[in-house]
């Protein structure tokens, strides 16, 4: 049977609100959307599961729904299911298939790329992914996947008719994020999600349906989570670059975007004179109750860890949320990520809670950030000279964290993916000040918010803009910075480090599109 996994139902009649009958949840639930019903009861007698599963099938058989039944394999036969779901440690596949009619669909529960492997040697029509999120309807027995970690079991998939469905708790907050960063590095993204509290535990469980199905209907219409991952044939040159930044530039002052920074407490004056001096707004807040106010004011977020708390953590985690929910773009610095086992945790939660637009770092961080040992860190620095090929790296980095991968250092890269640019400005002054790498993620946060904002708005007559670029809006936030950075340690006023920085400031409010034309230095790989 060809089954649309895209809204999978898994009951759960513990979870119904008071005074609220099961089948008329059901009902509602298939009037809103639902694709596919699991009908799970692991604590029932045979005779109260079998009748629970002849109304159920009855029910969905009049909205042409197909019915599953978890693990048990005789009652799927009893009443003509359409498949059965079994666990690792349930029947065997194998042994399944022989007692089913032919075509009735088997779908196993995966954790882990082995299980993954493991399904299709036994035949696996589907598999269920999970617990992707923590979940408080089922007893988890294996650990949590992560969002991040989905897109490794899914390449396993690929040549296959195998279908993928992702479970555990998928709510409508976290929907968005789960299918956007549930992709493989080959582009393999899942068939569905499985849902249970969001609907069972609904008053209306129609609306929570037709809610969660619109947001699957956006994601596959092409409607992203952000704006940083390159989908579409890339069409960039050097010089459309430079003509995109200049253009970037003369618009910044006219639209003056809004950029939330949860940052480094030693550089916040930095950042906010930085974020001024380039024509943008700062604001700086860390209480996790302010952001979903600020989420509907600010055009960007910086999220940077580089004096980490719990109390900003937390903040932290609650900004992005409510970010992704705006469709806005979201700058990541995990400074000195590999320094501690605290560091590691949160960037991991972090990332995995919601989907950043662009990750900036340098050499060390973002090696941390891979897994690879190829380069050491010590606190918030490299150590060497970095990759023995930095074009590859962050072009497979970008596509396995689906965003913009910013690594800094004497040359900085940029990568969407598909496209990197290697930017040749810059000066050794930067690397002597404290916090450097902060102002240029306030940098990239103002530029992207500006092509996010253009994305939205009815071009300009002076703007040839490709619109909500956050590659080269990415890339226009470190050139400006290191062309300014160029400029002002040249004057005669500057004697070192000290003299340096309020030159800085001056340089960047003070550039102009000539200038700007004539000093950068992009290629592309």
């Known amino acids: 049977m060809d089954i649309d996994f895209s809204l999978y139902l898994v009951t759960g009649r513990e979870l119904l609100p008071p005074g609220k009958d099961f089948y008329e949840t059901l009902e509602q639930a298939l009037q809103g959307g639902v694709t596919v019903v699991q009908i799970r009861e692991k604590s029932l007698d045979t005779a109260e599961f079998l009748e629970i599963c002849q109304r159920s099938k009855s029910i969905c058989d009049r909205y042409n729904v197909p019915l599953l039944v978890n693990d048990r394999v005789d009652i799927a036969l009893a009443v003509g299911a359409n498949g059965v779901h079994v666990g690792q440690t349930d029947m065997p596949i194998a042994i399944a298939r022989k007692l089913l009619p032919p075509n009735t669909v088997i779908g196993t529960s995966c954790n882990n790329v082995e299980e993954v492997k493991k399904a299709l040697s036994d035949g696996a029509d589907y598999i269920g992914i999970g617990a992707v999120w923590a979940t408080k309807t089922k007893t988890l027995d294996k650990p949590v996947i992560g969002v991040r970690n989905v897109g490794a079991m899914l390449e396993v998939l690929d040549g296959t008719s195998v279908q993928a469905v992702a479970i555990g708790g998928i709510k409508s907050k976290n929907l968005l994020r789960t299918l956007y960063g549930s992709v493989s590095r080959t582009n393999h993204s899942l068939d569905g999600v499985a849902v249970v509290s969001e609907i069972m535990t609904s008053d209306n469980p129609k609306e929570a349906a037709a809610y969660l199905r619109n947001i699957l209907r956006e994601f596959q219409s092409g409607s992203s989570i952000q704006l940083g991952l390159c989908t579409q044939p890339n069409t960039h040159t050097s010089e459309s670059i430079t003509r ?3 253009g970037l530039m003369v618009l910044m002052k006219k ?3 809004l950029i939330h920074q949860i940052t480094n407490n030693v550089v916040i004056a930095q950042s906010a ?12 807040a860390t209480s996790a109750q302010e952001m979903s106010d600020l989420s509907h004011i600010c055009d960007a977020l910086l999220v940077n860890i580089g004096t980490l708390t719990q109390d ?8 992005g949320v409510c970010m992704n929910a705006k469709r806005k773009p979201i700058v990541f610095d995990p400074v000195g990520v590999g320094a501690t086992a605290f560091r590691k945790s949160a960037v991991d939660d972090l990332l995995n809670t919601w989907q950043a637009s662009v990750i900036k770092g340098n050499a060390g961080e973002l090696a941390a950030l891979s897994g690879i040992t190829e380069v050491e860190s010590k606190g918030v620095d490299s150590v060497g000279t970095g990759f023995k090929d930095p074009v590859t790296f962050i072009r497979n980095l970008a596509k396995r964290e689906r965003c913009i991968i910013a690594l800094t250092g004497k040359t900085d890269y940029v990568s969407d993916g598909k496209s990197v640019a290697i930017l040749k400005n810059g000066h050794q002054y930067l690397g002597e000040i404290t916090g450097s790498g902060c102002i240029t993620g306030s940098c990239i946060a103002a530029y992207c918010a500006l092509a996010s904002r253009l994305s939205e708005s009815k071009p300009l007559k002076e703007d040839k803009l490709v619109r909500g670029d956050v590659f080269v809006g990415t890339i226009s936030g470190i050139l400006l910075l290191n062309v300014a950075a160029e400029i002002a340690a040249a004057r005669d006023d500057v004697r070192g480090p000290g003299t340096f920085f309020p030159a800085l400031l001056d340089e960047l409010a003070n550039l102009t599109p000539q200038v700007v034309s004539e000093r950068v230095r992009v290629e592309l790989a």
């Open 273 to 284: 004179n930085t974020t001024i001096s380039i024509g943008a707004s700062p604001i700086m």
């Open 312 to 319: 900003a953590y937390l903040g932290m985690l609650e900004a």
């Open 255 to 257: 639209i003056s975007p």
């Open 244 to 246: 995109e930044i200049v």
